[in-house]
């Protein structure tokens, strides 16, 4: 069997990664789009790059929690395609395989002359630093305004799947919410979240769609042990 896990900030808020957006609007005290926009780039390059050096650094204080080990379980006996929008790499370090990055990651970087060129850095990222090329490297993270390059490969993957679980995100951003309507006429869907918010392509799934209002390190293992036990 076939599951896709698709994962937003709530699992990662989990672990003590602030969530993208903040009810005001900012995101660690910034506009969004002074720190993650082409234009923001142009604006101000070194507050981009301390920006995310700081983010980049905060990955060094936290941990996988629930959400993310529990989907191990599911790996041993299927096979488990793992689509988040996180930049974090908490899935990796919880064991989990088969990971599509939406919007890119935090410990990698690329060149600007050359976008096939992406390093892992796990350090700081400054001016001056460059590919083999000369270019200047900057975060690999998907901007406002900037394609999904990885959109096409994670539809592919739902289109033939026969579980997929949503959780820690709320289905309202798009083109990341679309994805769900690739899934297959008769696929299932958990939908984990303590505050679900039921968009159009959910609605019109009725029984197809199961809703757990919990955090992930509560409903996840739920999910699973649903699963696991057959009763889908």
């Not at 002074?34 to 060094?60: C, I, M, T």
């Not at 992406?118 to 460059?130: A, C, E, F, K, S």
């Not at 690999?140 to 820690?168: K, Q, S, T």
Request: charged share 20%; hydrophobic share 40%.
């Amino acid at each position: 069997m076939k599951i896709v896990v698709l994962s937003g900030a709530g699992i990662s808020a989990e672990s003590g990664i602030k969530t993208f957006r903040d009810a005001d609007g900012l995101w660690e005290g910034h506009d969004v789009m002074e720190v993650a926009s082409p234009q923001g780039w142009q604006k101000n390059q070194e507050l981009v790059l301390d920006f995310y050096n700081q983010r980049r650094a905060q990955l060094h204080t936290v941990e996988p929690n629930l959400g993310h080990t529990s989907i191990n379980d599911l790996q041993e006996d299927h096979q488990v395609v793992v689509i988040t929008q996180n930049v974090d790499d908490l899935h990796e370090r919880a064991g989990n395989h088969n990971i599509i990055h939406l919007h890119g990651e935090l410990r990698k970087v690329r060149s600007l002359g050359d976008p096939a060129l992406i390093y892992d850095w796990p350090g700081d990222l400054n001016l001056g630093d460059t590919c083999e090329k000369g270019h200047q490297l900057r975060p690999h993270i998907v901007w406002f305004g900037e394609e999904v390059p990885m959109l096409g490969v994670a539809a592919r993957e739902i289109y033939d799947a026969n579980i997929a679980i949503i959780v820690g995100t709320s289905m309202q951003v798009y083109p990341a919410a679309g994805l769900i309507s690739y899934l297959p006429a008769d696929g299932k869907i958990f939908y984990v979240d303590p505050k679900p918010q039921i968009n159009f392509e959910l609605s019109v799934l009725g029984d197809r769609l199961q809703v757990i209002s919990e955090k992930a390190s509560v409903g996840m293992p739920l999910v699973v042990s649903r699963i696991l036990e057959g009763n889908i």
